[in-house]
């Protein structure tokens, strides 16, 4: 008889550039309270956004470039290592300028395949295979769920994940031609919250299989779903959410009372919160963890931004500290939810991510500390 | 212990015509091909978003009414979608743009934009509420939409899963520069209805599919062979071996005759 396996799908190595910097920088501020959002207009768009710290991240070539040191890819198999692109429309300058001057970009064609091919050149991961997912909002959350997936079944040994989502006219025309995005900024949860506010974003985490040691940070469980109910909005019951983060807490074999915190998608738009105060309730009753949302800091960042968030959550874990929600101060949604109005401690070792995208999509992944 | 998959039902937008179960029916007179195919040609009911769908959503949502119109997913079953989309939104992003460039940008117009957004109606029509995988990638998507929907289903997290694939490049558009050299222009849509739970009336037809990492020096088999393929072995219900390799994904699928 062989021993049992206590291998766990372990979040080695994270990197993060958005409004208030690196992932460092990021977490640091967020637990002084501090925001990234800046005041409009944003392309014209009478909208508050929340830029890259530093405007030079703006290119797809330059976040890569910056992040590529925050992991360790030099002892990585290239025969077994797969790369994961996850975006909504990531870098997609490429496309406006084409539209203005029918010149074709030359580093890389708007194709989201493209910019994958270009990114994983830049960062030199030495991988087998890439996979580009682009599922909204919620890309970054399934990367790391499909990532899991393939290291659990053994097809692959390890998964580095890399996101961008930009802020860009296309982005903020569209946004505004849907009347969601808030003048003067997102406020999650609150009664006050009048839409969402774009924001820059990119991520990379490198995910192995291995027995983890204590205080490594574990993917434990993830879980996804549709609302099957509207292209753009979310269900107003909160369903889809609670579906999957029922499924990622299956997976990863706990129970809601497991969990020490809830890292929100918290868009701050009136049926986002809404709704997704509808799923925590149904999930947790009476016993509501500490939730928080960072986009009344960081903006909404889109497809890479549940990759982002996620290496937040991880760092939060690791610190055992609940982040305060910016722009946050009165809840507005009917559920008590105990929404995070300052920094606090974490009572337990594990986080809930919870995303949600356009189409329906429903995304959640389940973080632990090992002991 | 291994689930067993089957086949259970497809549907395919060809330049031939719309293949299914049944088997394959000709484009009309005046059609072209898969961009001009019709609600009624695969839906026998009206659904009021169909008007407003852009080519690449109009084009799954068709591949996957051919394959789930006369189908039955069990009720209480989760079911799952996956769509490879090689060029992604392309074509409608370049819509969006324009209207952009009118000074009248169009939300509906916006939303399509989203490679994602391909699987919003079948999910809303068809009441698919499981996980939802979107590839966006290389000419081999499609096989990999395939590779991830397998998964969902050996880890039990779908019972059944659509996986599509759809190319959705309008010949005349004005994306061809955008495309790079090696693309592929041709309209086509795939859907197959993977199960562990064969239901009565459907194919049953048993599949063992196995997926490795690409070789960078394999040529560049896109997902129109290899699906092709597998269609024509279904359509004649045929047991036998589709084997695809690009430069990210090789496949093996056999097909096994049904239960």
């Not at chain 1, 991988?127 to 079944?153: K, Q």
């Not at chain 1, 722009?327 to 337990?348: H, M, N, T």
């Not at chain 2, 041709?186 to 009336?201: E, I, K, N």
């Amino acid at each position: 008889m062989t021993a049992p396996s206590h291998k766990a799908v372990v979040l080695e190595e994270g990197g993060v550039l958005c409004g208030l910097g690196s992932l460092e920088e990021t977490v640091t501020d967020l637990f002084d309270g501090a925001s990234a959002i800046v005041p409009g207009p944003c392309f014209g768009v009478p909208a508050a956004y929340a830029p890259f710290k530093d405007p030079s991240w703006r290119g797809l070539a330059t976040a890569a470039e910056t992040l590529a040191p925050c992991i360790d890819t030099s002892g990585l198999d290239k025969n077994t290592t797969a790369f994961i692109f996850c975006a909504a429309k990531g870098d997609i300058s490429g496309l406006e300028k084409f539209c203005e001057s029918g010149t074709p970009p030359e580093a890389f064609l708007p194709l989201l395949s493209s910019q994958a091919d270009y990114a994983e050149k830049l960062l030199c991961v030495p991988a087998c295979r890439t996979i580009v997912i682009s599922d909204a909002c919620a890309s970054g959350a399934t990367g790391v769920e499909i990532g899991r997936e393939m290291l659990v079944s053994g097809r692959a040994s390890s998964v580095v994940l890399f996101g961008f989502d930009g802020i860009s006219r296309f982005v903020a025309t569209g946004f505004h031609a849907l009347s969601a995005l808030s003048p003067a900024g997102a406020r999650p949860f609150d009664a006050g919250r009048d839409g969402l506010t774009m924001g820059d974003g990119a991520g990379i985490a490198l995910l192995t299989f291995r027995e983890p040691f204590a205080d490594d940070i574990v993917v434990a469980g993830a879980g996804s779903s549709n609302d099957a109910n509207h292209r753009t909005g979310p269900s107003r019951t909160g369903d889809g959410l609670f579906r999957a983060a029922r499924a990622a807490l299956s997976d990863a074999g706990m129970q809601p009372c497991d969990i020490g915190s809830v890292k929100c998608h918290g868009t701050a738009t009136n049926y986002n919160d809404a709704m997704e105060a509808k799923a925590i309730a149904g999930l947790f009753g009476d016993e509501i963890p500490p939730c928080f949302s960072v986009k009344g800091a960081l903006g909404h960042t889109s497809g890479a931004g549940s990759l982002l968030e996620i290496c937040v959550a991880a760092e939060c874990l690791r610190r055992r500290l609940v982040p305060p929600t910016a722009g946050f101060s009165l809840l507005g949604v009917d559920e008590p939810v105990p929404v995070s109005a300052s920094c606090q401690q974490l009572r337990k070792n594990s986080m809930l991510c919870l995303s949600a995208g356009f189409g329906g999509i429903n995304a959640a992944v389940v973080l632990r500390e090992a002991q | 212990m291994k689930r067993r998959i089957f086949i259970d039902s497809f549907g395919a937008l060809l330049p031939e015509g719309i293949a299914g179960p049944s088997g394959t029916r000709p484009w009309d007179a005046g059609q072209a091909g898969p961009h001009d195919v019709r609600r009624d040609q695969v839906l026998e009911k009206p659904y009021v978003n169909f008007g407003k769908l852009m080519l690449p959503d109009k084009l799954a949502f068709c591949a996957a009414a051919a394959a789930l119109s006369r189908y039955a997913i069990a009720d209480g079953q989760t079911a799952a979608v996956t769509l490879g989309i090689p060029a992604g939104s392309l074509s409608t992003d370049l819509r969006f743009m324009e209207s952009v460039r009118a000074g009248f940008p169009g939300p509906a117009v916006f939303s399509a934009t989203l490679p994602s957004s391909a699987i919003a109606d079948i999910a809303i029509y068809f009441g698919l509420k499981g996980p939802n995988r979107v590839v966006a990638g290389n000419a081999a998507s499609g096989l990999t939409a395939l590779e991830l929907a397998v998964s969902l289903l050996e880890t039990g997290k779908a019972a059944c899963a659509l996986s599509l694939s759809v190319n959705a490049v309008e010949a005349a558009d004005a994306a061809g520069p955008l495309l790079g050299p090696a693309a592929d222009r041709l309209c086509r849509a795939y859907a197959f209805l993977l199960t562990t739970m064969p239901q009565p009336g459907g194919l049953g037809t048993e599949m063992e599919a196995s997926f490795a990492a690409g070789d960078n020096g394999a040529a560049h088999a896109c997902d129109e062979l290899y699906f092709t393929d597998l269609v024509r072995l279904l359509t004649a219900q045929k047991s036998g071996r589709v084997v695809a390799a690009s430069c990210d994904v090789a496949a093996t699928l056999s097909l096994l005759k049904g239960p």
